[in-house]
């Protein structure tokens, strides 16, 4: 949101831009500024969805329809072709359909070729000998890596939202898959100058590296850096050739043990003892707690919720919004976790299925279920995301740690009023909202 001395909107996409540099306050061609940052939500709705599709081709799938729909809604945003508001809305709930299908087509592309996610711990220490650290989401990069390496010495580390790999059937099987180090993409710079070991970005989120492990990184997929080998294809050997020169990291234990890989089948086997335990009151409520995480204190805000949360509260989580509280210990209540790692961001697919099999366990609307999500946004998948749900008709999401820039007034307003958003405040009243609603 703005304050008056802001800008009201920023606009150089023609020539007719004000005064040649750019609309801020009206467009010359007539465009407001709540239309101009709806067409802005738009472009980061399916700049997010593209990141899925870009999986998901890596993995051979792909769909006109979504292709077909990404052609109208760049176009919607050219100069004098659409100025309804009302439109752009719809086209951004359409976005969200959308990247349903895209998440769909990429979970399914993931299980076809590794199995479905089990639970599974995964150590945060390190073994002696050579290493490379993967990070971003292109399991597709580190499977082949991980094939590349096998029988070499070389073990291979995943970080920050390469943590669900370690449930997948078709992944975990590589012994050399050793471990996770470090949590959330932004603690990158800290973590690669620390650990002598190759580095290997296959998506977003990398950062432009320190001098201090320049030589060692490399990127492939969609992910580039200044000045550093992106490899095309999936040959690494110049990447374990890098790990087996650094020397090695030695063997040193990790502060915690985390679990993930909990898939759409391993919760839903659990479905009769669930109602049960609501039934019976032992579960109260159920949190979706997760998202793209960000740096800075704001967002300790979703560590200090959970920790809150009564024991008699389930926590279900993805994404690397979940290293905000992954090492916590929530116990269990009769038998089910209290705190469960559905996996990466695009498996919000997982917790959409989970909340319409348990509307249907319970047979109510999802949004009578005792479910509230509770969610962090940093990049456009955290959009992409938000229309699914608001297209799902999911209503009363907590959104954190700060709204998104494009969201005026007049936008606010809307999700207001038509889907109930809400922005997070402090953890203690918030749950004390949901729990006494
Ligand atoms: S499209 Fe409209 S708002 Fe954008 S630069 Fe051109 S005149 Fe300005
Ligand atoms: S969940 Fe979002 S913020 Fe986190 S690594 Fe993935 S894309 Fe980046």
Redesign the pocket.
Same mark, same amino acid.
């Given at each position: 949101m703005t304050n008056n001395s802001e800008p009201k909107?920023f606009?150089?996409?023609?020539? &007719? @831009?004000?005064k040649g540099t750019?609309?801020t306050t &009206?467009?010359?061609?007539?465009?407001t500024p709540t239309l101009?940052r709806l067409q802005d939500n738009l472009i980061f709705a399916t700049k997010g969805m593209t990141a899925y599709l870009t999986h998901a081709r890596e993995l051979g799938l792909s769909d006109s329809e979504i292709d077909a729909y990404l052609e109208r809604a760049f176009y919607s945003t050219f @100069?004098?072709v659409n100025f309804d508001p009302e439109n752009f809305i719809e086209l951004a709930l359409e976005a969200g359909r959308m990247n349903l299908k895209a998440m769909k087509m990429l979970k399914k592309a993931h299980i076809d070729r590794y199995g479905e996610p089990e639970p599974t711990e995964v150590q945060t220490g390190t073994k002696k000998g050579p290493a490379i650290i993967v990070t971003g989401h292109g399991l597709k990069a580190l499977e082949e890596l991980l094939k590349q390496t096998e029988g070499t010495g070389v073990n291979v580390y995943t970080h920050s939202e390469m943590l669900p790999a370690h449930g997948y059937p078709g992944l975990k099987k590589y012994k050399h898959l050793a471990g996770n180090l470090g949590k959330a993409w932004f603690d990158q710079k800290q973590l690669f100058s620390k650990y002598r070991a190759a580095i290997l970005g296959t998506s977003n989120c990398v950062l432009i590296p320190k001098d201090e492990y320049k030589d060692r990184i490399f990127t492939t997929g969609a992910a580039r850096l200044p000045d550093v080998p992106h490899i095309e294809g999936y040959d690494y050997s110049q990447v374990v050739e890098k790990a087996k020169a650094l020397g090695g990291l030695e063997e040193t234990e990790g502060e915690t043990i985390l679990t993930t890989g909990f898939s759409t089948s391993v919760v839903l086997s659990l479905a009769d003892k669930i109602k049960e335990l609501v039934e019976t009151g032992k579960i109260k409520h159920f949190f979706l707690v997760g998202g793209c995480d960000s740096p800075g204190k704001k967002a300790g805000y979703y560590r200090e919720f959970v920790e809150k949360l009564p024991s008699d509260t389930v926590v279900l989580t993805l994404a690397c919004g979940k290293f905000r509280f992954n090492d916590l210990d929530l116990g269990s209540i009769d038998g089910i976790p209290r705190l469960i790692d559905l996996g990466q961001c695009n498996d919000a697919i997982v917790a959409i299925e989970i909340a319409l099999a348990l509307s249907e366990l319970f047979q109510v609307g999802v949004n009578d279920l005792p479910l509230t999500l509770v969610l962090s946004w940093m990049e456009q998948k955290a959009i992409a995301i938000l229309w699914t749900l608001l297209a799902l008709g999911v209503k009363s999401i907590y959104v954190g740690p700060t709204p998104p820039a494009w969201v005026n007034e007049d936008i606010l307003k809307v999700l207001q009023e038509r889907y109930d958003l809400r922005l997070i405040s402090n953890a203690e009243d918030d749950i004390a909202q949901i729990l006494n609603n």
């Open positions: 909107m606009c150089y996409q023609c020539s &007719q @831009t004000a750019g609309c &009206q467009g010359v061609c007539g465009k101009d @100069t004098n």
